[in-house]
């Protein structure tokens, strides 16, 4: 796999954990959804991973976090997808 289709990886895990985060509907995740959204949208835009791989590090923090509090809520695979693309 070459860095492009990682970053592309990337950007779709952070898509992701977005929704995720969206579907908890806890003002608490509010700034790092809205982040994960900018850097979404800045990486689509001109290509550069770097917004994505930190706020990507902090998502996979919160999801970890969110799934204890809410085990019912998403999916494991969300956070596997992250921690495979950020590792």
């Known amino acids: 796999m070459n860095a492009m289709e990682k970053y592309e990886e990337l950007r779709n895990a952070c898509e992701q954990a977005s929704h995720a985060f969206q579907k908890l509907n806890d003002p608490k995740y509010n700034e790092i959804r809205e982040k994960l959204d900018f ?33 019912r809520k998403f999916n494991k695979k969300i956070i596997d997808n992250l921690e495979k693309v950020l590792s």
């Open 39 to 71: 850097c979404v949208g800045s990486y689509d835009y001109d290509k550069n991973p770097s917004g994505l791989i930190a706020y990507g590090k902090m998502a996979l923090a919160g999801l970890r976090e969110a799934k204890t509090r809410y085990p």
